[in-house]
């Protein structure tokens, strides 16, 4: 697979002496003041038209500089955002974290890396699923007193995951789903 332009140029297609050739890495930059930050961008950047859409980030090198690199759109009761190039993962973290407050829907705990989070409503009660896929114990905030079905622990609002480990938690105190 080709990871760059330069790449693609190298395998014996013709070019110009001195053709351009876009560097496989860029960086864009906010244009919005509801979003701020830049990120980095990197194997392919598509040139936008935005047509409607408003312009939240910026391409800053090469000659796609100053042409928009994210747009988005409001469609019906709800957004479009496109993204015309790959970036870095914590532009898709942001992205995903916007998106819940955009539909009003909440977020959940702070995941740190190697651990999954999941909820389940069941006829009783709520299950809040913690899968620690490190080599190493994991913790994670969620607001409450939990009980780990597994381990019978009780936890207040510390949840500590051994190694390669989960806990399956329901929260203490709290009415069943659905009573009155």
């Known amino acids: 697979m080709l990871d760059s332009v330069s790449q693609f140029t190298s395998l014996g297609f013709p070019s110009e002496e001195g053709a351009y050739r876009p560097t496989s890495e860029n960086a864009i930059r906010s244009v919005s003041p509801d979003w701020p930050g830049e990120y980095k961008a990197k194997v392919w950047a598509e040139v936008l038209e935005p047509e409607g859409a408003q312009t939240l980030f910026q ?13 988005v759109s409001d469609y019906g009761r709800g957004k479009v955002i496109y993204v015309g ?15 819940c407050e955009w539909a009003k829907v909440g977020l959940g705990p702070e995941i740190p890396p190697g651990v999954d989070f999941a909820v389940r409503q069941g006829k009783q009660h709520t299950y809040s699923f913690v899968l620690n896929f490190s080599a190493s114990p994991k913790s994670v905030t969620i607001p409450g007193k939990y009980r780990d079905l597994l381990s019978d622990k009780t936890f207040n609002g510390q949840i500590i995951v051994p190694s390669l480990d989960l806990c399956v938690l329901v929260e203490e105190n709290r009415s069943p789903a659905g009573a009155r």
């Open 59 to 71: 391409y800053q090198q090469d000659h796609y500089a100053g042409r928009p690199a994210v747009t």
């Open 85 to 99: 190039t790959l970036l870095e993962p914590r532009f898709y973290s942001e992205l995903a974290r916007r998106a």
